[in-house]
């Protein structure tokens, strides 16, 4: 049966939508590979003790309403995607100050926290991290 006129505007639409998301997602993937790329040039001096993990962590991979954490000293720092998923990254314990990251896809930037002593890098919601490891 032919696609009346309504039918194909419609997936006319859906296809431009679709397009329209698809150069989103490749502008963010461009800048955050390049904002990671920045970040880990200033810590290339420790690359002989640290190394970085082959993929992106997200708190959404442990499921709705959970979070996925790690704790020092398997992880030296966290480097944290601000414009990814809607949620947070919690760096805490130790006998610190716990400190908070808030990410969104609104947000942009990239920022690397150390984790230090006896902390534990909790990721709430959608946020991503990258964790940089000591070299065993």
Do not use: N
């Amino acid at each position: 049966m032919p696609e009346s006129e309504k039918e194909k505007k419609a997936r006319t639409e859906r296809e431009k939508a679709l397009r329209d998301t698809a150069k989103e997602v490749v502008c963010r993937i461009s800048t955050v590979y390049w904002g990671l790329r920045a970040k880990l040039l200033q810590i290339r001096g420790e690359e002989e003790q640290y190394k970085v993990d082959h993929h992106v962590t997200t708190g959404a991979d442990s499921g709705e309403g959970t979070f996925t954490s790690e704790r020092a000293p398997a992880v030296h720092k966290v480097v944290v995607d601000k414009g990814s998923g809607s949620g947070y990254v919690e760096i805490a314990g130790g006998g610190l100050k716990p400190y908070f990251i808030r990410t969104s896809p609104d947000r942009s930037g990239i920022e690397v926290v150390e984790i230090q002593g006896d902390q534990t890098c909790m990721i709430h919601g959608r946020s991503s991290v990258l964790y940089i490891r000591p070299r065993s």
